[in-house]
């Protein structure tokens, strides 16, 4: 998936909360995207904010800051 795909969404669900208080919104920004997105599309938007976070709204920088390293399992 291309970065600015990522980045969209991330920032749309940070907007859905924008009008929450702003630790509350980071924190359902994050729930959020650790629920409802896939591992690999978790692991390429946190290393986009390690990389600088450029696009990205703030409150989707902290979230996505906070999420734990995604873990994948092998169905074999």
Do not use: C, S
């Not at 994050?30 to 409150?59: C, N, S």
Request: no cysteine; net charge neutral; charged share 30%.
């Amino acid at each position: 998936m291309k970065d600015q795909d990522l980045i969209r969404m991330a920032n749309q669900i940070a907007k859905a909360f924008a009008y929450y208080p702003e630790d509350y919104a980071i924190d359902e920004t994050r729930t959020h995207i650790r629920k409802f997105w896939e591992p690999r599309m978790r692991r390429q938007i946190m290393k986009y904010v390690a990389d600088g976070a450029q696009g990205l709204d703030p409150v989707a920088t902290k979230a996505i800051a906070g999420l734990p390293e995604p873990i994948e399992f092998n169905a074999g």
